[in-house]
Structure formats: structure tokens, C-alpha cells
């Protein structure tokens, strides 16, 4: 009897730490990783990464003077060497290590493995990046990240850059003003369009720069944050007075610029410039981030005098997409659809804006808008974005590559609250002073429940 007893106490201890492991893995995916995936897959990396090089066929043959040293001590077959394998670093979302090529391979060798070591290994996903000639970094991610996304722990970002989103590998993704001037996001309704807005808002309000926004839906996504605003038009009005005031103060940097340009012969060359990040930091003008949210409203007529006030409005914002980031003035443009049935410079516009951050869309043409001219292959993975995944998006750039990422979640109120405490940061610029609005930034006098992240994303 006290056998069986002892069997029924071990056997229902199995079965209740199984069931918890089971529910960590799908409720804390973390959790999990950081009790048992970790070990577990350390344990599968140790063991089996001869084999695993050997059947992905990412060994090589020998050296001549291996070979004969192992004949000669051990007279064992001689059998091909997989890529020296650096030490293991364990992290919070998988575990990396390096690897030291063998003569006659390269990173793409590697790379092509990917999927098999995935699944070898057992972790979620595996990416390879260059480190240096013949040494590459394997990042082993041990679950879903994008499923509850929590940034890393970083350091202050550098100045206009922010950690806006995570990627699937883990990294956070860094909306890099100073690298990507101007960038376009496109997404349908509840995408998470507005909520990686706000973060970016939120990110470029804790420094010192210049926000500009234009928001022709009367102001209901932008206005929340006219403390930290040094300009705001809520029509297209207001947006045609709005922009020849910045094609003005662009060229006036510019003029600026010239003007360091014409010093004396014998200057260092470190004080000749063609930006302003090569002005002496007194006399350096503060940079300027313009908004555009739904860009289609810019486009948009019902009059010949509103078609002439478009056709002014397009030509501004190409020129500031053109020639502002000299001058330290940067484009971030959004909407729901972006193409040329918008109208004339629709597609000129569109091709000065060199980051592309595309939401769950509503067709597949809308996703070729965003990425079909600069990463084809991420068009079918921006199509394949399910509703009930607000906030994931596909990051692309003009080199081609391309990326999943999805923001965190940031309520309005946070948002709101973070810009009227960074309100005193607003700089002084006299041309935008007329546009500074009066609109109270939204002060709530009992909290409103936070609708389900699922619908917003």
C-alpha cells in the first residue's frame, strides 16, 4: 500500500509540474525560457552540435596535419570538422554564440541553415549575422517575442534615435533619423498604426527637438500632444499656411549652411560643412520632425481652388522631403493607402521617403505601395498579418532588407501625460510661433478603462 501511495505522490507531482510547464510556455513564454528552455537548449546545443553541423552540411574536411596528428594518436576515422564554436552567452529571450568559419565558407552558408538548426535545436527561431570576415554570430530566440512585446533595456538613445518597436530577433527597432531621413508608414483601421505614433512621439519628446504636426482629422490623433507640439494644423487649411513657413525656415538653414561655407581659405576642413550637424553646436539650429498623419487628406479635392492649394501643398512636402535633411528637417508620413490614384506627386512624394513601416493592410496593392519598391519579398509578409495582431508591422529600407517588428503598448493618457511633462523642451522658433495650438492636451478627471490590446494594438 505505501508503494502505491508513493507511486500516486510521484506520478501526480509529474503530472502537476508537466501541466505548469505547459501553462508558462503559452501564458509566460519568459518565464518558461528563463526556468527551462534555457537549459534545455543549452544542453541540445552542447550535445548535438557536431551532428547537427555535420547533417546541415556545414562541415568541412580537415586539415592535412589534423588529419595525420588524429591517424597517428587515435588511428579513429577521420571524420569532417564542423565550424569552431565560441563560448555560449544565455540572455532573457534565447542565446547566442559565435561561430569561426571553416576556410572556403561563408555568412550565406550559415544562413541557408537557419530553419534546420531551428528545428534541431528547438527554439523558435535562428538568425545569423556578420560579425567579421569568417566569423558569424548565431542569435538563438527562444520563443515568440512579438506575442507580448517587452523592450530591452537600453541606455539614454542617442540623439534622433529612438527604440520605437522589438523586432523578431529580439533587438529593438531604432527609428534612425540621422541614417533614414523620412519614412512612410501605411495600415488600415486598428492596425496599430496610431500606437507606434506614440511611441515614436513619446521617444522624440524627451529630446531636444522640434515637433511639427499636421493632422487634417481635425486633430484627433495629434491634438493630445500640442504641450510638446511647436506647430499644429488640424486641416488642410491650416497645412497650406503651415508648410511654405517650413520650406522657409529650410531655406534659411540652408543659408545658414552657405553662409559657414564662405569662411576664409586656410579653415580646417573639419569646419567646412555641407549639413548643419557640421555647425559649431551654438550655432546649430534645432532639428525639426514633421508629422503627417493620413496623407491622403493633403491630396484629396472637391473645388479647382482646392486642386491648386493640393498642387502647392505636394510640391512642399517634396521639397522638404528632398532637400530637408541638410537642414535637419525630417519627414514621418502616415495613412492607410499611398499610391497614385491619389493624385499628381502622390508617387514622387512617396519615393523620397526612404523607411517604410507597413501595418496589416486591407489589400495587397496597399502593401506593394510600401514595400513592393524597395523589399518584394516582405510584400507577402505584410499581406499575411492577422486582425487579431494589432501593433505587428514589416520594417523595410531602401537596402532591401526588411524585418517583423511590433510596438509596445502606450495608452493615449501615458502619451498625453508624457508630453505635457516635457512641455518646457518645446524650442523657441519664432516662424512656428503662430502655430502653436491652444488645444488642451486631454485631462481626464476619472481613468477610463483601457479598451483590450487586441483592438488597439
Given at each position: 500500500?505505501?508503494?502505491?501511495?508513493?507511486?500516486?505522490?510521484?506520478?501526480?507531482?509529474?503530472?502537476?509540474?508537466?501541466?505548469?510547464?505547459?501553462?508558462?510556455?503559452?501564458?509566460?513564454?519568459?518565464?518558461?525560457?528563463?526556468?527551462?528552455?534555457?537549459?534545455?537548449?543549452?544542453?541540445?546545443?552542447?550535445?548535438?552540435?557536431?551532428?547537427?553541423?555535420?547533417?546541415?552540411?556545414?562541415?568541412?574536411?580537415?586539415?592535412?596535419?589534423?588529419?595525420?596528428?588524429?591517424?597517428?594518436?587515435?588511428?579513429?576515422?577521420?571524420?569532417?570538422?564542423?565550424?569552431?564554436?565560441?563560448?555560449?552567452?544565455?540572455?532573457?529571450?534565447?542565446?547566442?554564440?559565435?561561430?569561426?568559419?571553416?576556410?572556403?565558407?561563408?555568412?550565406?552558408?550559415?544562413?541557408?541553415?537557419?530553419?534546420?538548426?531551428?528545428?534541431?535545436?528547438?527554439?523558435?527561431?535562428?538568425?545569423?549575422?556578420?560579425?567579421?570576415?569568417?566569423?558569424?554570430?548565431?542569435?538563438?530566440?527562444?520563443?515568440?517575442?512579438?506575442?507580448?512585446?517587452?523592450?530591452?533595456?537600453?541606455?539614454?538613445?542617442?540623439?534622433?534615435?529612438?527604440?520605437?518597436?522589438?523586432?523578431?530577433?529580439?533587438?529593438?527597432?531604432?527609428?534612425?533619423?540621422?541614417?533614414?531621413?523620412?519614412?512612410?508608414?501605411?495600415?488600415?483601421?486598428?492596425?496599430?498604426?496610431?500606437?507606434?505614433?506614440?511611441?515614436?512621439?513619446?521617444?522624440?519628446?524627451?529630446?531636444?527637438?522640434?515637433?511639427?504636426?499636421?493632422?487634417?482629422?481635425?486633430?484627433?490623433?495629434?491634438?493630445?500632444?500640442?504641450?510638446?507640439?511647436?506647430?499644429?494644423?488640424?486641416?488642410?487649411?491650416?497645412?497650406?499656411?503651415?508648410?511654405?513657413?517650413?520650406?522657409?525656415?529650410?531655406?534659411?538653414?540652408?543659408?545658414?549652411?552657405?553662409?559657414?561655407?564662405?569662411?576664409?581659405?586656410?579653415?580646417?576642413?573639419?569646419?567646412?560643412?555641407?549639413?548643419?550637424?557640421?555647425?559649431?553646436?551654438?550655432?546649430?539650429?534645432?532639428?525639426?520632425?514633421?508629422?503627417?498623419?493620413?496623407?491622403?487628406?493633403?491630396?484629396?479635392?472637391?473645388?479647382?481652388?482646392?486642386?491648386?492649394?493640393?498642387?502647392?501643398?505636394?510640391?512642399?512636402?517634396?521639397?522638404?522631403?528632398?532637400?530637408?535633411?541638410?537642414?535637419?528637417?525630417?519627414?514621418?508620413?502616415?495613412?492607410?493607402?499611398?499610391?497614385?490614384?491619389?493624385?499628381?506627386?502622390?508617387?514622387?512624394?512617396?519615393?523620397?521617403?526612404?523607411?517604410?513601416?507597413?501595418?496589416?493592410?486591407?489589400?495587397?496593392?496597399?502593401?506593394?505601395?510600401?514595400?513592393?519598391?524597395?523589399?518584394?519579398?516582405?510584400?507577402?509578409?505584410?499581406?499575411?498579418?492577422?486582425?487579431?495582431?494589432?501593433?505587428?508591422?514589416?520594417?523595410?529600407?531602401?537596402?532591401?532588407?526588411?524585418?517583423?517588428?511590433?510596438?509596445?503598448?502606450?495608452?493615449?493618457?501615458?502619451?498625453?501625460?508624457?508630453?505635457?511633462?516635457?512641455?518646457?523642451?518645446?524650442?523657441?522658433?519664432?516662424?512656428?510661433?503662430?502655430?502653436?495650438?491652444?488645444?488642451?492636451?486631454?485631462?481626464?478627471a476619472s481613468p477610463v478603462p483601457a479598451a483590450p490590446r487586441t483592438a488597439l494594438g
Amino acid at each position: 500500500m505505501s508503494d502505491l501511495l508513493t507511486a500516486l505522490i510521484l506520478g501526480g507531482s509529474v503530472v502537476v509540474l508537466g501541466a505548469g510547464a505547459v501553462w508558462a510556455r503559452q501564458r509566460h513564454p519568459a518565464v518558461y525560457w528563463a526556468v527551462l528552455g534555457l537549459p534545455l537548449s543549452v544542453v541540445r546545443v552542447l550535445t548535438s552540435y557536431g551532428s547537427v553541423m555535420d547533417a546541415c552540411g556545414l562541415t568541412v574536411a580537415p586539415s592535412r596535419l589534423r588529419a595525420l596528428a588524429v591517424r597517428a594518436a587515435t588511428r579513429r576515422e577521420i571524420r569532417p570538422v564542423p565550424p569552431r564554436r565560441g563560448l555560449i552567452r544565455p540572455t532573457s529571450t534565447g542565446l547566442r554564440f559565435r561561430l569561426r568559419l571553416a576556410p572556403g565558407q561563408e555568412p550565406a552558408d550559415v544562413a541557408a541553415s537557419a530553419e534546420r538548426l531551428r528545428h534541431a535545436w528547438g527554439v523558435h527561431a535562428v538568425y545569423v549575422a556578420p560579425v567579421k570576415p569568417g566569423v558569424v554570430e548565431l542569435r538563438l530566440v527562444g520563443f515568440n517575442v512579438l506575442t507580448r512585446v517587452r523592450m530591452p533595456r537600453t541606455g539614454t538613445p542617442d540623439e534622433l534615435q529612438i527604440p520605437v518597436a522589438l523586432r523578431e530577433d529580439a533587438l529593438p527597432f531604432v527609428r534612425d533619423y540621422l541614417t533614414i531621413p523620412h519614412q512612410l508608414t501605411l495600415g488600415a483601421t486598428l492596425s496599430g498604426k496610431s500606437m507606434y505614433l506614440r511611441n515614436l512621439l513619446t521617444g522624440l519628446a524627451r529630446q531636444p527637438v522640434a515637433l511639427v504636426g499636421i493632422d487634417c482629422k481635425r486633430g484627433v490623433e495629434l491634438a493630445p500632444f500640442a504641450p510638446r507640439l511647436s506647430a499644429l494644423a488640424t486641416d488642410p487649411h491650416e497645412a497650406g499656411e503651415l508648410l511654405p513657413v517650413l520650406v522657409k525656415e529650410m531655406e534659411d538653414r540652408y543659408d545658414l549652411i552657405k553662409a559657414r561655407q564662405g569662411i576664409a581659405p586656410g579653415t580646417p576642413d573639419e569646419d567646412i560643412t555641407s549639413d548643419i550637424w557640421g555647425l559649431p553646436e551654438s550655432e546649430r539650429p534645432v532639428p525639426v520632425v514633421l508629422f503627417v498623419d493620413e496623407v491622403a487628406e493633403l491630396f484629396l479635392v472637391a473645388t479647382r481652388k482646392d486642386e491648386e492649394r493640393r498642387d502647392e501643398m505636394v510640391t512642399q512636402l517634396i521639397r522638404l522631403a528632398q532637400l530637408g535633411r541638410a537642414a535637419g528637417i525630417y519627414l514621418e508620413v502616415s495613412g492607410q493607402r499611398f499610391g497614385a490614384e491619389l493624385g499628381k506627386g502622390a508617387t514622387m512624394l512617396r519615393a523620397q521617403l526612404s523607411g517604410r513601416v507597413c501595418h496589416r493592410v486591407n489589400d495587397e496593392a496597399s502593401a506593394k505601395m510600401a514595400l513592393g519598391d524597395i523589399a518584394p519579398e516582405a510584400v507577402g509578409a505584410a499581406c499575411s498579418i492577422a486582425p487579431e495582431r494589432p501593433g505587428l508591422a514589416v520594417a523595410g529600407d531602401t537596402s532591401g532588407g526588411w524585418t517583423r517588428i511590433r510596438t509596445p503598448y502606450l495608452s493615449l493618457s501615458e502619451a498625453a501625460a508624457v508630453c505635457r511633462e516635457t512641455a518646457s523642451l518645446v524650442p523657441e522658433l519664432p516662424a512656428l510661433a503662430r502655430f502653436r495650438t491652444s488645444v488642451p492636451a486631454y485631462e481626464m478627471a476619472s481613468p477610463v478603462p483601457a479598451a483590450p490590446r487586441t483592438a488597439l494594438g
